[in-house]
């Protein structure tokens, strides 16, 4: 039986994560590509345009002009940023999608690349509208503060009522050593993933976590930590998808605590 070729395997998760009419736009001969590749598994280019829903960008809406090579993913796909936003700002979105790509070594990019733009698009939204509210005072006071001591580590656990994609999987593996996180992720039913790195960092990861869109995605657990990790870097995907494993790790972690409340366990 014929499988789906990469770039098609992508577009379709894609599609899947942007259900909503309107979102995921493809043209007749985009469409006709797409249903060729998903039946035959024949490389070939693919293309479409991404109308992400509920994101802005200074205020104004942001698409993502799709173009997947037929090298696709051994090749970079060409993914151009749209928006009425100032120039700016539309040319660091820009930035961020082709570095996510960049990093992606020739393995299948283009969830992780969309969840990476939204995230900054998130990001620099929110900041535009804490630089309204800001006092002036408080803004030059931060500005002339002195050198910031190393961030200490944070583990997060998250849970979800599963982790089955090939894609996702992937976008959580390379996404947490874009970011310098470490820990272990579980797929299957329920599927689940241990974090640690910087708050920063681990608050870019949860957003570019929650962009993939599940069926059942939560925070179970945050544990504060020192400057030391006591996860292993860069995370790592554990092996089957028996909880057994994940809590041993865990235990030797010195993270059991975390992981048995997070998922209502009793503490020993």
Not at 16 to 45: F, H, I, M, N, R
Not at 200 to 223: C, D, H, K, P, Q
């Amino acid at each position: 039986m014929n499988s789906c070729s990469e770039a098609a395997e992508d577009l379709l998760a894609l599609q899947a994560c942007y259900p909503e009419a309107g979102a995921l736009v493809l043209t007749p001969a985009e469409e006709q590509a797409l249903v060729l590749q998903s039946k035959t598994g024949l490389a070939g280019e693919l293309g479409a345009t991404l109308h992400i829903p509920d994101v802005l960008a200074s205020g104004e809406p942001i698409s993502l002009n799709i173009s997947l090579p037929i090298a696709y993913p051994r090749e970079w796909p060409s993914l151009t940023v749209h928006s009425a936003a100032p120039r700016d700002v539309t040319a660091e979105l820009q930035a961020v999608v082709k570095t996510t790509a960049e990093a992606s070594q020739g393995l299948p990019c283009l969830l992780a690349c969309v969840a990476a733009l939204v995230a900054a698009a998130q990001d620099l939204q929110s900041s535009t509208e804490q630089q309204k509210d800001e006092n002036p005072v408080e803004a030059d006071a931060r500005s002339v503060k002195g050198p910031e001591s190393p961030d200490p580590m944070c583990c997060r656990l998250f849970w979800f009522h599963h982790i089955k994609s090939l894609t996702k999987r992937k976008v959580i593996v390379q996404e947490a050593k874009n970011l310098e996180i470490g820990g272990f992720s579980k797929p299957g039913f329920p599927g689940v993933i241990v974090a640690e790195g910087s708050l920063a960092a681990l608050e870019g990861y949860t957003a570019t976590l929650r962009a993939l869109r599940w069926s059942a995605m939560a925070v179970r657990g945050e544990e504060a930590g020192g400057l030391t990790r006591r996860l292993p870097l860069p995370l790592r995907e554990v092996a089957g998808e028996g909880m057994g494993e994940l809590a041993s790790l865990c235990r030797g972690a010195g993270v059991e605590a975390l992981f048995l409340s997070a998922l209502k366990l009793p503490t020993v």
